[in-house]
Structures are given as structure tokens and as C-alpha cells.
């Protein structure tokens, strides 16, 4: 069949009602009803989730939504609602790489819905190609390639459960072998996967940690011993608290940009001394108003005399003054981290005011901060190095893992306890990517500077 070329256009719309008609009762009767009255709405995932804010809708040239694509998006978040609801920026990066792929096809004068016998028409192959080319041209990394096939052969993984879809060959080869695996306890077992064709390996998306990087949600790289010291000097230099608190936070604890981000005043201990040297655990995930990556639980353990330079902080003016500015919403979720304009850093997933923001805060305006103020006095160090806040929690944990190999030569702890130690540590689901920053510490040239002598370091700078 032929179809006229489909442009897309992405409109966010700010709140999205998640609701459907209720055609019938509970007991599954047509429900009672007078010529042309409206059938009743109800909540289509129950109350817990009632609107979806910021959602991408995919709009054809006349306006009309694309029902294979929206209806895509909505599937996401009804599979996630129960363990974590599917954030607008990974439903808006979906989106716009459905859009991409589209714009492609009617390039190509392909139909999506088309699969014929030549395999390099079939919509699937030919852009599995086509991003081939762009990555042997050096156009685009494989990385890249690989999140982009991802969107796209996600969607079509859907799309083949639908009954109006019956493509007339296969969307691509697949391939099924026994794998090894460790589960969360150190133990082996086989699972049998899936291959599709199209799809690079494991070993040559992720990258080893030969190259002086850690494949831990994203490529990191650890800082060596010598490059903390200076970035301890440079954030002294910026003189912007919170900032050098933001950082401090990742460093100690090894937690994520959202969770650092997201943390509330009420979590502080009020009680905690200047020099104290106990440890406070702070769950963190569902259930406790910090994010975390899947809304996974674990506990992050920050030490007591952060405890008291954050508390000094939330009552200093310049908190007051940041948050005075701040909307009565924004004020009633008591994030720690505001900024100047009375916003955020970053917006929590139980946040009620997300709808509230033309664009949800999600770390840029400290990124941006990263490159205005801090690397440019890194890039004037002896050994400039190009620093990303993420790369904290990888130094996090190689630090710790320094420690642990200390006690680990000394025969104080065996490797199976201090690697469940360390998952523990970093909240890890997989004990694979733990083994990661161990071997790291076997080959690394460049030994991290040990946990408790870093947190040393830093109480007696800040």
C-alpha cells in the first residue's frame, strides 16, 4: 500500500488528562444511557496518576495526532506507572527520535508500515544503514546510533502486538543463545536472550574500563588523586555555595545528579556537629521524595559535618533569599537547591508544580553554572581536565573501592564482602557493574585518592 508522507511536529502539552470513557460497569453491562448522552470519564490509571505533565504529543501536518506514535508514548507510561512513572524528557527524547525517523523515511519515499521482500527497503533495515553510514563517516558516534535504533526498534517491538499491524516479512533476523550472568548475591546463572540483527553487541556499545572510563549509567570517567585536589582548589575559587555543596554531596556519597538535586531540607539532621565524624544513612528513592535512577531504593550515607555545613546553609541568608523568590509551590516541595530566579534545580518526580514550569528543571542550570564558573579555572590547572558533574559518583566509587582494597590486602575483608559493600554503596542492580570499579582499580595506572582521605580533604577545605 502507498500512504502519503507523514510530518510530525512535537507539541508539549503542559497537562495531559489520563483518562477514558467507561462504557461499562463493573460487571462488564453496557452502561444505561439516553440518545446522545456522553459516556463518563474515568481515571485511566487509577487516581495514584490522574495527568501526565509535559507530554510530547506527535501531531501530523493538519494537526491530527499519530496514532501509532502517541499511542506508543502512552504505552510507556501505563508499563511504568507502578514501578517509577516514565519522565517527560525520556517520553520528549522518544518522541523526537520517532520524528527523526520519520522525517528519514519520507526521504527515503518509504512507509513505515511497509516491510517488502528487498530487506533495504524495509523501513527498520534501511535506517539501521543509513546510521551505519553516519557513524563509518564519523558523523556520529556508535553510542548514538545504538540509543537511536533503540527508540525506534522499541517502537516497532510495540507495533507488532497491535492488531492493525501485519507487516508482510520480518522486521529484523533475531537470534536466541544461553548467556552467564551474576545476580545481586555474587552467584552465577544462564538466561537465554534474544539478538536482533540490527543491534550492535554489549562488547562494542559499552566501554571497557581499559580506556580510564566506568560504563555505570552513562560512560564516567574517576578522577585521579591529583585531579580532585585541584577541583577542591576550584570550587574554593568559585566562591558559589551551593555549587561547592552540590559537589561535595555527589563526592562523599556518590549519588546521581537527581538525587543530589532533590533532597529536601527536612532531611538535614539539625543536630549534627561542625567536626562530627558520624554518618548519617539517608534512604533515598521511592517513597522518600529524592530521586533516584527507577526510582530504585538504597541509602546514601553523608557525613555529619555536611550535615552541619548544609543546615548552616538552609538558614543562611542567601537560602532565605532564593527561596523568598520562589513560587508558594516551589516552596512547599523545600528543596534545598533553589536558584537565583527562585526555581529549582532540579524537579522532583512527586513534584505537583511540574506542570507549573515552561521547561522542567532537570540539572541544565547547573551544568551551565559547570561551564561558566568552575571550568574555566580548571582548564588553568597544571593538568587541565574537562569535568562533568556526573563523573563524581564514579570518583565516589572508586575512592571507596580504594579503601576496600586496602582492607582487602590486608586480609581484614574477603573480595565477595567488600564488592557487596560496594554495590551497597553505589545502589547498583547489578553486580556486574560493581566488578567494574574493582577491576578498574586493578589495571588503573592512576590510583584514586581513598575514601576516607578525600572526606579529610574536604572537611578541612570547606
Known amino acids: 500500500m502507498s500512504v502519503e508522507p507523514i510530518q510530525l511536529n512535537i507539541l508539549k502539552l503542559r497537562r495531559l488528562a489520563l483518562s477514558t470513557a467507561m462504557t461499562r460497569d463493573a460487571d462488564g453491562h453496557p452502561l444505561p444511557r ?3 448522552e456522553p459516556f463518563p470519564f474515568v481515571s485511566w490509571l487509577g487516581e495514584e496518576l490522574p495527568e501526565y505533565t509535559h507530554y510530547p504529543a506527535l501531531l501530523m501536518s493538519d494537526g491530527a495526532p499519530w496514532h501509532h506514535g502517541n499511542l506508543y508514548l502512552l504505552s510507556k507510561i501505563e508499563a511504568s506507572h507502578h514501578n517509577g512513572t516514565v519522565d517527560a524528557q525520556t517520553l520528549m527524547t522518544i518522541a523526537r527520535e520517532l520524528r527523526l525517523f520519520m522525517a528519514e523515511m519520507n526521504d527515503a519515499g518509504l512507509n513505515y508500515l511497509e516491510f517488502p521482500t528487498r530487506k533495504l527497503r524495509r523501513p527498520t533495515y534501511y535506517y539501521a544503514a543509513l546510521l551505519n553510514r553516519k557513524v563509518d563517516a564519523g558523523e556520529m558516534g556508535e553510542s548514538t546510533k545504538e540509543k537511536k535504533l533503540g527508540c525506534v526498534f522499541g517502537f516497532y517491538t510495540w507495533l507488532r502486538r497491535q492488531h ?3 507487516p508482510e516479512n520480518s522486521l529484523w533476523d533475531e537470534t536466541t543463545k544461553i548467556v552467564s550472568y551474576l545476580d545481586d548475591k555474587g552467584f552465577e546463572h544462564q538466561k537465554v536472550i534474544t539478538k536482533n540483527s540490527l543491534r550492535g553487541s554489549k562488547s562494542t556499545i559499552a566501554k571497557s574500563s581499559e580506556d580510564g572510563t566506568i560504563n555505570d549509567g552513562g560512560v564516567l570517567r574517576p578522577h585521579t588523586r591529583k585531579e580532585q585536589l585541584n577541583l577542591i582548589n576550584c570550587l574554593l575559587q568559585t566562591g558559589n555555595t551551593e555549587l561547592q555543596l552540590m559537589c561535595l554531596i555527589s563526592l562523599i556519597s556518590g549519588g546521581r545528579i537527581q538525587t543530589v538535586l532533590t533532597l529536601r531540607t527536612h532531611h538535614i539532621r539539625r543536630d549534627a556537629k561542625e567536626n562530627g565524624t558520624r554518618k548519617f544513612a539517608l534512604p533515598v528513592g521511592r517513597g522518600t521524595g529524592i530521586d533516584t535512577k527507577k526510582s530504585k531504593r538504597h541509602v546514601l550515607y553523608i557525613p555529619e559535618w555536611l550535615h552541619y555545613r548544609l543546615a548552616v546553609y538552609i538558614d543562611s541568608p542567601r537560602y ?3 527561596k523568598n523568590k520562589a513560587s508558594a509551590s516551589v516552596q512547599e516541595n523545600d528543596y534545598i537547591f533553589i536558584t537565583n530566579d527562585g526555581i529549582p534545580y532540579y524537579s522532583a518526580k512527586d513534584d505537583a508544580a511540574t506542570a507549573d514550569y515552561t521547561n522542567i528543571p532537570k ?3 547547573l551544568r551551565q553554572t559547570i561551564r561558566r564558573e568552575l571550568q ?6 597544571p593538568t587541565p581536565f574537562k569535568f562533568r558533574f ?6 565516589f566509587g572508586m575512592n571507596y573501592a580504594e579503601d576496600l582494597w586496602a582492607r582487602i590486602n590486608k586480609d581484614e575483608l574477603s573480595f565477595i564482602s567488600a564488592l557487596n ?3 551497597d554503596r553505589m545502589g547498583h542492580s547489578k553486580i556486574e557493574t560493581t566488578l567494574l570499579y574493582l577491576n578498574y582499580r586493578i589495571i588503573s595506572a592512576d590510583l584514586n585518592a581513598g575514601y576516607e582521605a578525600i572526606e579529610t580533604t574536604l572537611m578541612e577545605s570547606f
Open 34 to 36: 439516553t440518545a446522545g
Open 164 to 166: 492493525d499491524f501485519s
Open 320 to 322: 532565605l533569599m532564593r
Open 363 to 365: 540539572g541544565d542550570a
Open 376 to 381: 574555566p579555572l580548571l582548564d588553568q590547572c
Open 390 to 395: 556526573h563523573d563524581l559518583r564514579a570518583t
Open 421 to 423: 559493600n560496594l554495590k
